[in-house]
Nanobody, 113 residues
């Protein structure tokens, strides 16, 4: 069974940075498209980054230029570097393969104004 374990979230002031990690177990991520998602209170889950392959990532307009996805296939881990954070980035962040499998617990990111 494939599992996704996210970490690295926290509380940060607007303009700050965080780096999220997602360790994948149960299957290799090599050659697999991986997405980063977030869900804010009262809102639907949305995809913010779609890592097709190493170095080829598509970003949602809301995070383009501020977030950077990366992956370490040897460590079976993906990352999301988040810079210039805004209060509207506050959400629980998840990673998952594409197509989606079971969801992990996510990691909470809170950005204060």
């Amino acid at each position: 069974q494939v599992q996704f374990v996210e970490s690295g979230g926290g509380f940060v002031q607007a303009g700050g940075s965080l780096r999220l990690s997602c360790v994948v177990s149960g299957s290799t991520i090599s050659g697999v498209a991986i997405g980063w998602y977030r869900q804010a209170p009262g809102k639907q889950r949305e995809r913010v980054a779609y890592m097709i392959t190493a170095g080829n990532t598509v970003y949602a307009n809301s995070v383009k230029g501020r977030f950077t996805g990366s992956r370490d296939n040897a460590e079976n881990t993906v990352y999301l570097q988040m810079n210039s954070l805004k209060p509207e980035d506050t959400a629980v962040y998840y990673c998952n393969s594409i197509p989606n499998l079971s969801w992990g617990q996510g990691t909470q990111v809170t950005v204060s104004s």
